[in-house]
Every structure is written in structure tokens, then in C-alpha cells.
């Protein structure tokens, strides 16, 4: 692709349209369920339960998951408040009315979703399960994820994707050349990820950019809507507001800052997570901001 900011300097940027895999299980859900599911059935399970928030990528992903291959699916869900606003909740209603089952514990609870206790509650409530963490990240989604580069893919200089849970980020470094250098772009604040990265990652050829959270996970401005409207209109590449689009808006700024070399080829990865858009819609209407086209 071609950009008013790098056009000059010499750098290739591509991206790879990973949105494009499925039409529900998009970009890195689909690598992180691939393997999962085959688990669930290897396993002769016919339950997958999972965690996530209001407008998760994952449970919206899960859900159809379930639905096509035959399995039972629950969904633990953050915000005991949520539960009366299903109808008004595109993904909430997606998942459930793709037969997931929903469970709604407050935040205060949801942080023990970890626990030994609180998983033994859960199996009391819903008999036994395959238990998938919240994002989907374990080492068989880092292995999923891993199938994401191919043997074409040794050209690129840099290779960059956003951060949620970091189980594509490790994906993508252990399946690159020790020659390329990998750039994450966290959607959330602090410096966690480090460590979750560095329990799957097998190589040190990566780093963190963690200038461009916006404020935060889930947290959005005028400017970056903006930008992915105009990226939507030259580009016809549409970006979700929560991931792609922080990206996106991340590695233009540095290329204005002169991070990459001259001449050098990048590709950004596009991870999907488009069902957020209409939900985030919702909210920015409430805040009088405008809407992602």
C-alpha cells in the first residue's frame, strides 16, 4: 500500500488482510480456536467455556465457533450489570444467539477467573469443560498463530500486529527470522505483557511500542476516529477502534519518526476484531463523538 507519510521515504507496507479468513472467527481468533477446537473434540469434550468483556472479539468468535462445530459454549462475562442489556449489546446477542451460554459475575469476581476455587465453582455449575483464558491465549493458539507468517514472509524487515492477551505477538515471533525485528502495539496500559509474552516466546527479536494505547484498553478519541475513517476511505481497509486502528495510526507515526530504516519492507498483520466497531458506534453516540464508518 501506498501513504501521503511513507511514500517518500522508500518503505514498503503491507498488510496482511488476516479480517478476511472468516466472516465470524476473523483474523487472530480463528488461529487461536483452530487448534483449541481440535483439542475439544480430541479431548471428547463437547463444552468450551471461555471469559471475556462486553464487546469481546473472543466470545463473539467462541460463540460461532460453537455453533459451527457442534460444541457447547459458555461464556463468563465481566459486569454483573450487562446481564439486563443483552438486547442492546451487538456481541452479547450475537454469541447468545449463537447458542453460547452466558454467565455474568461482577469485575471483582471476574479477576479470579484464574483461581482454582473459582474454576471448581464454575465446573459445579456446568459440569466438566475444556477451559479456553480469557483471549483465547495458550500454547496451542500461539501455535495456531504461528501458521499466520509463511515461507514468503523471510522479505520483510519489520513484522508489526497489535496486543491484546500477546498470544499472536509470540505466534509471530517464533515463527520469524532471527533478521526481523517484531513490533507489538498494546491496546492496553502497563507493562504485563512482558512477562505473558516472554512464557511462550522463543525468540528475543521483538519489542513493545507502548506509546499508543489512547488512554487505554477500549479507550478512544476524536483523532483516531478520524484516522480510520480516512484509512477506510484511501485504503478501503477498514480498522476496529480497540486493536487494528491503534496500530495502524502507531506505525505511521514512526514512520514519521524515522524508526524504520529507509527502504524497508513491513508488514503489519490486521487481526480482525471489526464486530467491535458497532458496539463502540453505540457508545460514541452516547458521547455525542462522531462514528467509525
Same mark, same amino acid.
Given at each position: 500500500?501506498?501513504?501521503?507519510?511513507?511514500?517518500?521515504?522508500?518503505?514498503?507496507?503491507?498488510?496482511?488482510?488476516?479480517?478476511?479468513?472468516?466472516?465470524?472467527?476473523?483474523?487472530?481468533?480463528?488461529?487461536?480456536?483452530?487448534?483449541?477446537?481440535?483439542?475439544?473434540?480430541?479431548?471428547?469434550? /463437547?463444552?468450551?467455556?471461555?471469559?471475556?468483556?462486553?464487546?469481546?472479539?473472543?466470545?463473539?468468535?467462541t460463540?460461532?465457533?460453537?455453533?459451527?462445530?457442534?460444541?457447547?459454549?459458555?461464556?463468563?462475562?465481566?459486569?454483573?450489570?450487562?446481564?439486563?442489556?443483552?438486547?442492546?449489546?451487538?456481541?452479547?446477542?450475537?454469541?447468545?444467539?449463537?447458542g453460547?451460554?452466558?454467565?455474568?459475575?461482577?469485575?471483582?469476581?471476574?479477576?479470579?477467573?484464574?483461581?482454582?476455587?473459582?474454576?471448581?465453582?464454575?465446573?459445579?455449575?456446568?459440569?466438566?469443560?475444556?477451559?479456553?483464558p480469557?483471549?483465547?491465549?495458550?500454547?496451542l493458539?500461539?501455535?495456531?498463530?504461528?501458521?499466520?507468517?509463511?515461507?514468503?514472509?523471510?522479505?520483510?524487515?519489520?513484522?508489526?500486529? /497489535?496486543?491484546?492477551?500477546g498470544?499472536?505477538? /509470540?505466534?509471530?515471533?517464533?515463527?520469524s527470522?532471527?533478521?526481523?525485528?517484531?513490533?507489538?502495539?498494546?491496546?492496553?496500559?502497563?507493562?504485563?505483557?512482558?512477562?505473558?509474552?516472554?512464557?511462550?516466546?522463543?525468540?528475543?527479536?521483538?519489542?513493545?511500542?507502548?506509546?499508543?494505547?489512547f488512554?487505554?484498553?477500549?479507550k478512544?478519541?476524536?483523532?483516531?476516529?478520524?484516522?480510520?475513517?480516512?484509512?477506510?476511505?484511501?485504503?478501503?481497509?477498514?480498522?476496529?477502534?480497540?486493536?487494528?486502528?491503534?496500530?495502524?495510526?502507531?506505525?505511521?507515526?514512526?514512520?514519521?519518526?524515522?524508526?524504520?530504516?529507509?527502504?524497508?519492507?513491513?508488514?503489519?498483520?490486521?487481526?480482525?476484531?471489526?464486530?467491535?466497531?458497532?458496539?463502540?458506534?453505540?457508545?460514541?453516540k452516547?458521547?455525542?463523538?462522531?462514528l467509525?464508518?
Amino acid at each position: 500500500m501506498t501513504d501521503e507519510i511513507i511514500k517518500h521515504t522508500g518503505i514498503e507496507l503491507i498488510i496482511r488482510r488476516e479480517d478476511l479468513i472468516h466472516p465470524y472467527i476473523s483474523g487472530n481468533k480463528y488461529r487461536k480456536l483452530k487448534y483449541n477446537v481440535e483439542a475439544v473434540k480430541s479431548q471428547k469434550k /463437547s463444552t468450551l467455556l471461555t471469559f471475556g468483556g462486553a464487546y469481546s472479539n473472543h466470545i463473539a468468535a467462541t460463540a460461532y465457533a460453537g455453533k459451527m462445530y457442534g460444541l457447547k459454549t459458555i461464556g463468563v462475562i465481566r459486569g454483573e450489570e450487562l446481564e439486563s442489556q443483552i438486547t442492546f449489546n451487538p456481541t452479547l446477542k450475537f454469541a447468545k444467539q449463537c447458542g453460547m451460554q452466558l454467565y455474568f459475575v461482577s469485575r471483582k469476581a471476574y479477576r479470579n477467573k484464574q483461581d482454582a476455587q473459582f474454576i471448581e465453582h464454575l465446573k459445579a455449575l456446568y459440569g466438566d469443560f475444556y477451559l479456553l483464558p480469557e483471549g483465547g491465549t495458550n500454547t496451542l493458539a500461539v501455535k495456531g498463530c504461528e501458521e499466520i507468517l509463511n515461507n514468503s514472509d523471510t522479505r520483510f524487515d519489520f513484522i508489526c500486529c /497489535s496486543v491484546g492477551t500477546g498470544g499472536t505477538i /509470540s505466534g509471530l515471533i517464533n515463527a520469524s527470522h532471527p533478521h526481523q525485528k517484531i513490533f507489538g502495539f498494546p491496546a492496553l496500559k502497563g507493562d504485563f505483557l512482558q512477562q505473558d509474552i516472554c512464557k511462550f516466546a522463543t525468540q528475543d527479536n521483538w519489542e513493545l511500542i507502548t506509546g499508543y494505547h489512547f488512554g487505554g484498553y477500549g479507550k478512544i478519541n476524536e483523532e483516531l476516529i478520524t484516522f480510520i475513517n480516512t484509512f477506510k476511505t484511501e485504503h478501503n481497509v477498514p480498522l476496529d477502534p480497540i486493536y487494528t486502528g491503534k496500530m495502524m495510526y502507531g506505525i505511521l507515526d514512526l514512520v514519521k519518526k524515522g524508526v524504520f530504516t529507509e527502504n524497508s519492507k513491513v508488514l503489519a498483520i490486521h487481526t480482525g476484531g471489526l464486530q467491535g466497531i458497532e458496539g463502540m458506534n453505540l457508545k460514541l453516540k452516547q458521547k455525542g463523538l462522531p462514528l467509525i464508518k
